[in-house]
């Protein structure tokens, strides 16, 4: 079985009813998060927030679940797996790391990828620390979010769209700099949203 790491230097669908006269909506897919260490809930939301606007011009909509919230037996029509690695909050200053490393990554087998996702949010810090000041790391909590929402979307792209491939500009390039992260706006290109686009409607 071959296994592949793809790094960014970043079931069946259940039957929805809808009132009379209104399309029923797409069950949304459930993004199960996970932390190894503690992290803020600002910069979650943020990134929340991110990952779904993102998705949302894709015509896909996110649920989000902890994964210590997760019920016994529960059951999703469409689930991703992301595991936030580090610390997930600017509180804590990172260590100088190699800004060469991965921002985030996800797994494929076979050809096909798999619906895990992993952020390294130690890494993600890091990187910010050339576009926002000392004297204002510790407040930028919307900041590491929205650049954490970023890194997500991409691993996303990825597994949504079944694609291992980068694309040449936009969100689904193979490396995003500092400034891609925090720039007032960074979106899929559009072949890229509409691949994503294709997880709802395949044909």
């Not at 990825?158 to 400034?179: E, F, K, V, W, Y």
């Amino acid at each position: 079985m071959l296994k592949t790491l793809l790094v960014l230097a970043v079931t069946c669908t259940p039957v929805f009813s809808a009132p009379e006269g209104r399309p029923a909506l797409p069950p949304p897919v459930t993004v199960l998060i996970e932390f190894d260490k503690p992290h803020s809930v600002r910069s979650i939301a943020a990134m929340e927030r991110e990952t779904a606007h993102i998705l949302q011009l894709s015509g896909i909509r996110v649920e989000w679940l902890m994964m210590k919230d997760l019920a016994p037996h529960a059951e999703f029509s469409d689930l991703v797996i992301v595991h936030f690695r580090g610390s997930c909050g600017m509180d804590e200053i990172p260590m100088p790391l190699d800004e060469r490393g991965v921002l985030g990554l996800s797994y494929a087998s076979d050809g096909e990828v798999l619906p895990f996702g992993e952020v390294q949010c130690d890494r993600v810090k890091q990187s910010l620390r050339s576009v926002v000041p000392a004297s204002r790391f510790r407040a930028s909590e919307e900041l590491l979010g929205r650049a954490l929402g970023r890194v997500v979307a991409h691993e996303m792209y990825h597994i949504l769209a079944n694609d291992q491939r980068h694309t040449n500009d936009g969100l689904t390039r193979p490396g995003l700099s500092a400034r891609d992260l925090v720039s007032p706006e960074l979106l899929y290109p559009e072949h890229a949203a509409e691949a994503v686009s294709r997880h709802r409607n395949p044909n």
